[in-house]
């Protein structure tokens, strides 16, 4: 056996066998009456109901243009862009966790790493929809591919950070589906073996693939997982920093900064394990799933939004040094202007969000509190909103010519499209929760294996994995 | 002589043992591919490691043909840029040159990415043989659990030193839960 690893026992909790764990994970999507009933059909008709304002947002937008949006000279890249940020940066602790994490062999990711991969799958869904809508006309976004000059006569300009952005994008959602549905295939023949009905048995057996366990398959497959999650992980970095680019390759104060990409990844991986623990909480709950995503995965979770909250909190003092160190007029200007101008207020909003309310997460009694470690989340979602609000819009709105000086605002129609693309996301997450596994089942088996081997035979747990549940 | 009637028995698509862990399943692989066993496969519901080096095999294909769909996307994607911005439509912005590479880097290697993860799981699904709906082994006893919490080990008739009686009665020496026949569909 592995050395073992003292971690590993707390990772699971409770008296489990093979079998039980299948009908924790499996059976909640077998067996529909396994669902929290209200529970679920709350959020999911608040999500279909914003769904229906999004739908509508964009539907006004399509047959208007973008002047229903805020956005004007000098503002030209309002809530557009600040949500497309937004809702990227969110995806990528999906990202980090599945891939990253596995990796560095951090064994507890198993847990909710299939969560969190669905979540990055949804969020970059959200996050096309504005630079897609931001073009004004969607209906010719082929434009942005290399199509060719028989239809266009002409090719993207390679060199521009907005047309890196269009690959990075594309690369990545295609990238983060294809690792997710791999790592589904074997859970899905789970599913088909374990289904009783007639249509969940076929449809599983659909997609599982006629996937059969065998160790050659199993060999191929280890191969192909890791490689992946190799891939993933420069890919990851890569998509924020190349979001960032857009900004820091343009010659605007407060845009044009080195620091812009690790600022950014820092930025994405505390928004989007903010957004991972305000769906784990009380999902865990309502799904009595408190054994296999534990206190300990809690704890981490709220650990690394620390961490890189620190990251983040860094980089808003180096904005700060740099503005005022480097001597140029432009900078100190545009500093002093987000602190104290018009938009003062969100300036100072967001370092309370995200600098100050997470420092109380060095306590571990609060970190094991669920309902504030909750609101800390909102806080940083919050926070991370304003951060590119501020980053957006205080750049823009007081450039070079004090005669092109503004103000800019959302208007309804901003807000109701941000708003339905939460709904959009809300809706396509209690899907999945409900229709299929949404904790990897074969890999938390896997690390049940690797503790029953760990551990003294006479323990009660390897004792009841031994005699198994069947017969 | 009823033996060598049922060596022939066509339908007979391998001797299966039901193991009840991961362990059991290891030690049995190990045995079987002593004994001499070629053609002999191991399911679990989850990859249990070393079994499949066990079993004498040691494949890296997939690692390779990664390689080579990612080497393959840095081409395409770097190629793509070269042609468009210096071939068929140069295009001078303020004098920079046409072919900037360091501004080609992103692009380049978003495709190298994205043309590895299509060959790591086109490659692994092509290399095992999936999608395959049916398979013999699906009629296995009780082989529903191979996705749940049981381990099991077959030995094919395909196999040259396959023979039911003896193979039979060696899979009963490896402390098997139960074993069983397996067989084609009736069909075939």
């Not at chain 1, 059909?41 to 243009?65: E, N, R, Y």
């Not at chain 2, 692989?29 to 191991?42: C, D, F, N, R, S």
């Not at chain 2, 086109?122 to 709906?133: K, V």
Request: glycine share 8%.
């Amino acid at each position: 056996m592995a050395p073992k690893n003292p971690l590993e026992e707390t990772f699971i909790e409770g008296e489990q066998s093979y079998a039980s764990l299948d009908r924790a994970i499996g059976d909640i999507v077998l067996d529909q009456k396994r669902q929290p009933g209200l529970k679920w059909w709350v959020p999911f008709a608040i999500g279909f109901t914003l769904l229906q304002v999004m739908m509508l947002a964009l539907t006004v937008l399509v047959f208007t243009g973008t002047g229903i949006w805020g956005i004007n000279n000098p503002v030209g890249w309002g809530f557009a862009i600040i949500n497309f940020v937004w809702w990227i940066g969110i995806g990528h602790a999906g990202t980090l966790i599945s891939a990253i994490l596995l990796l560095f062999r951090q064994q507890w990711r198993n847990s909710i790493n299939r969560f969190a991969e669905a979540m990055t799958i949804f969020a970059v869904m959200c996050a096309g929809i504005f630079p897609l809508m931001h073009t004004g006309r969607p209906w010719v976004a082929y434009w942005l591919m290399p199509i060719g000059p028989d239809t266009l006569r002409m090719w993207p300009q390679f060199r521009s950070p907005l047309v890196w952005d269009v690959f990075a994008v594309s690369t990545y959602f295609t990238v983060s589906a294809l690792f997710w549905f791999i790592g589904m295939i074997p859970d899905f023949a789970t599913l088909r073996d374990r289904a009783t009905k007639v249509f969940p048995k076929v449809a599983f057996g659909i997609v599982s693939m006629g996937w059969r366990g065998a160790s050659r398959h199993w060999h191929r497959y280890e191969q192909a997982y890791l490689i992946l999650a190799g891939l993933s992980t420069p890919l990851v970095l890569s998509v924020h920093s190349i979001v960032s680019l857009d900004f820091a390759v343009s010659l605007i104060p407060g845009w044009h900064a080195t620091i812009f990409p690790p600022y950014f990844v820092a930025g994405a991986v505390y928004a989007g394990f903010a957004m991972v623990l305000t769906f784990a909480i009380p999902v865990r709950k309502w799904y009595a799933l408190e054994h296999v995503i534990t206190m300990k995965h809690i704890e981490w979770m709220a650990k690394i939004m620390l961490a890189t909250g620190l990251f983040v909190f860094y980089g808003y003092l180096t904005e700060v040094f740099f503005a005022f160190y480097s001597g140029v007029e432009w900078e100190r200007f545009m500093m002093m202007n987000r602190m104290t101008g018009p938009y003062w207020w969100a300036y100072w909003t967001l370092i309370f969000c995200n600098g100050l309310v997470p420092q109380i997460l060095w306590s571990k009694k609060i970190r094991q509190n669920t309902a504030i470690l909750f609101v800390v989340c909102m806080f940083v979602s919050i926070g991370m909103w304003l951060e590119r609000f501020v980053i957006v819009v205080t750049s823009l709105h007081r450039d070079f010519l004090p005669s092109s000086w503004g103000m800019y605002f959302g208007t309804v129609w901003d807000w109701g499209l941000y708003l339905g693309t939460i709904g959009f996301f809300t809706f396509l997450m209690f899907l999945f929760m409900r229709f299929l596994p949404m904790i990897n089942i074969f890999e938390v088996k896997e690390l049940f294996s690797r503790m029953i081997g760990a551990k003294p035979a006479s323990s009660p747990a390897v004792a009841k994995a031994e005699v198994g549940a069947h017969e | 002589m009823s033996e060598a009637t049922m060596t022939h028995d066509s339908k007979v698509y391998g001797y299966l043992a039901e193991f009840e862990s991961a362990d059991g399943l290891l030690a049995a692989a190990k045995a079987t591919h002593a004994e001499g066993y070629a053609k002999v496969e191991a399911y679990s519901p989850f990859p249990v490691h070393g079994v499949s080096e066990a079993l004498g095999f040691h494949e890296a294909k997939v690692p390779w043909l990664i390689f080579v769909s990612g080497v393959a996307g840095a081409m395409a994607g770097i190629g793509l840029q070269w042609w468009t911005g210096s071939v068929d439509y140069p295009m001078n912005v303020g004098g920079r040159p046409n072919f900037a590479w360091p501004q080609f880097i992103p692009v380049t290697f978003e495709c190298t990415v994205l043309f590895a993860a299509f060959g790591a799981v086109l490659g692994m699904l092509a290399l095992n043989g999936l999608p395959r709906p049916n398979h013999p082994i699906f009629n296995g006893k009780r082989f529903e659990l191979a996705s749940q919490d049981r381990f099991f080990l077959c030995i094919e008739s395909e196999d040259p030193k396959f023979e039911p009686t003896a193979t039979r009665r060696f899979l009963e020496t490896l402390n098997a839960h139960a074993v069983s026949e397996v067989r084609h569909d009736d069909e075939d």
